[in-house]
C-alpha cells in the first residue's frame, strides 16, 4: 500500500523538520542521556512527574532523522499520562519494534493504540536503525527510573 508508507514517511519527516517539545526543563524536572555510538545519535531527555503524571517532557541532541522524530512523536504520546501508562506505551513501542527482550515479564498491551508512533513500524525491516528509533524511549526510561529515586 504505497499511499500508507507515503502517510506514514511524512509523518516521520514532519517530526524531524518540526520537533515537538524541543527543548530543556529546570529542576524539578529530572533528565537522562542517551548516546547510540553504531551512528553518534544523542538525545536528552528531560521530565517532570507530578503526582504520578507525567506533567512535562522535552528533549534536545542531535542525531538521525528516525532518532530524533521518535523522540518527537514519544514526547507527544506520554505527556499527560501516568508514569504506569507511560510504561505499558514504552512497553508496546519497543514489542512493535521487536525488542521486548528486556527481561520485563510484564505482558505487553496488545490493543494499546500507538496512533502516529505506528508510523515507526517501518524501521525493523532495517534492524540498524531499530536502536535510532528506540534510544529516546530508552533515555525515557532511564529519566523515569531516576525520578522515582529522588
Not at 19 to 47: K, M, Q, T, W
Request: hydrophobic residues 35%; negative net charge; aromatic residues 6%.
Amino acid at each position: 500500500m504505497p499511499g500508507l508508507e507515503d502517510l506514514y514517511r511524512e509523518i516521520i519527516l514532519d517530526h524531524y523538520r518540526t520537533p515537538r517539545n524541543r527543548g530543556e526543563l529546570d529542576p524539578p524536572a529530572v533528565s537522562a542521556e542517551g548516546y547510540n555510538p553504531l551512528c553518534g545519535d544523542e538525545i536528552r531527555v528531560f521530565v517532570i512527574v507530578e503526582n504520578g503524571v507525567v506533567s512535562d517532557v522535552r528533549f534536545n541532541g542531535s542525531g538521525c532523522s528516525i532518532s530524533q522524530s521518535s523522540t518527537s512523536m514519544m514526547t507527544t504520546a506520554i505527556k499527560g499520562k501516568s508514569v504506569d501508562q507511560v510504561r505499558k506505551v514504552v512497553r508496546r513501542f519497543k514489542h512493535m519494534m521487536t525488542l521486548d527482550d528486556d527481561g520485563d515479564s510484564t505482558p505487553v498491551d496488545e490493543s494499546l493504540n500507538l496512533g502516529d508512533l505506528e508510523a515507526l513500524q517501518g524501521v525493523v525491516k532495517f534492524p540498524v536503525r531499530i536502536k535510532c528509533a528506540t534510544l529516546g524511549w530508552n533515555t525515557l526510561l532511564d529519566a523515569l527510573n531516576a525520578s522515582s529515586h529522588t
